[in-house]
Structures are given as structure tokens and as C-alpha cells.
């Protein structure tokens, strides 16, 4: 099996950007720690701060966020990060090539109940002849992507990452090593298992609620099939599934807030997720347009997804693009 470096190098992958994905294993190494010695550690439950989203942190969702912040701007070839914890982008060293944005700890309302999450990342390159730091460096569409990826922590810790030419995974060994384990990862074409959350069923589209419906009617319904549902409040870990046996997820745009389009991170999640997905020949799409050729207006911007196995995704547009 091979290191993970190593493997990268074989690739002729930029050897600067080798060292990137390196230091930002080394914030995840440590993130696994913490998570595995949970209540152990003094790192569970929720804290008395709100991130930028209103959103309720939990104790471990400020730790990760702090080690990834003090990892990555330890490194000289880092620009800035940019956090879904964080109100603004942080940055580092004025000399820096990189642009690093990340969800510290996806699905972090598993964490006190032992159910997996994990860690997104993207990486972007500074925009040439741009010397002022700001938010605005990082507003790039997600086709300007260097690599993309994400770590489950899980019963074992798994790197899925592209660098632009597929998907690898690799899982972290008791050495400390990230190793190769599955090699050019392909979603498979079709597939009879979707992930939404149907609590939410009365607020979407209508166009939205039929598809779903047709779904649940299996064999009897026009689709001609049984489907199977699944929900893990983990994007991270409704994508792994995806990555390793096909299906679909979707967060659609609900009427709760009309104003905005989603529940998901364009930057943070929707991107990074959006590029694997594609890498592996899958479909990444808001249900009217792929989602990788957003403009990004700030970088909280949120984004309705629906992501997964191609036909599926497909199927699903296609049910948008009827007339109700």
C-alpha cells in the first residue's frame, strides 16, 4: 500500500500542493485524536458561542476549527482560510499560494451519539496579481478547484481526495499514515437508494415533493422500482456511501426561509463535495444548473444540492424542468 505522499508524487501531482494536502492531513490526524477519546478528552457537548450561521457550536466544532486554522497558517504556502465557523477569512502569510477553505467537523450533531462525521476541505489557488486580503480572494466558482476532498471519522478514518484526475481513498493507519486503499472510485450510473431528510417534506418545491413521491411508490409508481431511503445527518457521510455504492443525496431549497437557496455551504460543502462527486463520474446539481459553475457572491453563500449517482440525478432535474 502506498503512502499517501508518495502516492501523490507518482501522480506528478504539484509538489507544492502535495505539501498542502500533507499539512492539512496532519490538523486531521489530530482531529481523529480528540474525536476518538471523546468524553475522555473533556470535548463533548455543545458551547456557549454561535457560529456566523446562528448555529449552536459544539465543543469539538471549535477545536477542529482551531486546529485546522493553526496547522494551515503554520504553513508558508497558505494565503488564508476561510471556516463555516468563522465570520470572515483568516490569513497568514502574505506570500502564500493557497486558498484553504473547510467545514471543520461536518455532522456535528452526531457527535455526542457516537455517529460518524467528518472534515471537508477545497483548495483554491490566490488569483493572480491580487496583494489585499479580503473575503473576495476565495469568491471562485468551484470548476477553479486544485483538490478537494474530506476525512470520515468512522470506525476507521478514510481520506476520499481529488486533485483533478479521479478519486482515491486512502485510510489512516495505526502508524499515523495515510495509505492507499481504493484507487480511481467510480459512483456507479443508477442506483435504488436516496438520502433526504423527510421531515421537511411540507416546505419543498413542488416538483421536489413528486419525485420523492414516485420514489416511495416503488415498483406500482412510474419510476418502476423500489427504492431504499437512508439519512445520516452527515454530508460527509451520506457522500461516502455515495462514493462507495452508488446513490443520491439531496438538501433541496425549502420555503422556511425563501430567501435563501439552501441549507448547504456552497463553499465549504457544496463545492468540495460537488468536484469529488463529478471526479467520479458522478452528477452535482441545485436541480437547474451544476453547482461547481456558481458565481460565489460571499463566502457563507448557501446552495440547494442534489448530488450522486448520474441517472438518479438526472431523473431529478428532469422533474424540475416540467411544468408543475
Known sequence: MQLLSNFLKHKKIDTELVELIDTLMLACKEIALQLREGELAGVLGISD???IQGETQKKLDIISNEILKKVLLDNPLVRG???????????????GRFLVTFDPLDGSSNIDINVSVG???????????EHEDSDSLFLQPGTQ?????????????VLSLTTGDGVNMFTLAHTGDFLLTQEDVTVPETTAEFAINMSNQRFWEPAMRNYIDDLLAGTEGPRAQNYNMRWIASMV?????ILTRGGLFTYPWDSRDPKKPGKLRLMYEGNPMSMLIEQAGGVSSTCYQRIMEIQPEHIHQRVSVALGSREEVKALVEYHQKPE
Open 237 to 241: 457521510a451520506e457522500v461516502h456511501r
Open 145 to 157: 478547484q486544485l483538490a478537494a476532498g474530506y476525512v470520515l471519522y468512522g470506525p476507521h478514518a
Open 81 to 95: 482560510v476561510a471556516s463555516e465557523e468563522e465570520d470572515h477569512a483568516v490569513f497568514g502569510n502574505p506570500e
Open 49 to 51: 458561542n454561535t457560529n
Open 119 to 129: 472534515t471537508i476541505f477545497s483548495v483554491l489557488e490566490v488569483p493572480a496579481g
